[in-house]
């Protein structure tokens, strides 16, 4: 949420580590790996269902959204 929000928020890849602030950017990245993995558990489960093109599409739209909106809101506290 900090990412698409424009806010910049701790990651693992801040310096130092966990404690500084990384970008909208690299916080929505991160969000979208932390899914992944989720998703990637939840079929190692058979917990969920679906079919390939339909969850390639869902995620690549979760990403495109996600990532654009990181750079739009970050535009607004430049202002």
């Given at each position: 949420?900090?990412?698409?929000?424009?806010?910049?928020?701790?990651?693992?890849?801040?310096?130092?580590?966990?404690?500084?602030?990384?970008?909208?950017?690299?916080?929505?990245?991160?969000?979208l790996?932390?899914?992944?993995?989720?998703?990637?558990?939840f079929?190692?489960?058979?917990?969920?269902?679906?079919?390939?093109?339909?969850?390639?599409?869902?995620?690549?739209?979760?990403?495109?959204?996600?990532?654009?909106?990181?750079?739009?809101?970050?535009?607004?506290?430049?202002?």
């Amino acid at each position: 949420m900090h990412g698409i929000s424009g806010d910049r928020f701790p990651t693992p890849f801040a310096r130092p580590p966990g404690k500084g602030l990384s970008s909208p950017t690299v916080n929505v990245v991160w969000a979208l790996f932390n899914l992944v993995v989720g998703y990637i558990l939840f079929r190692i489960e058979k917990v969920s269902s679906g079919s390939g093109p339909v969850l390639i599409s869902f995620f690549a739209g979760i990403a495109a959204i996600s990532i654009w909106l990181s750079v739009h809101f970050t535009k607004k506290s430049d202002r």
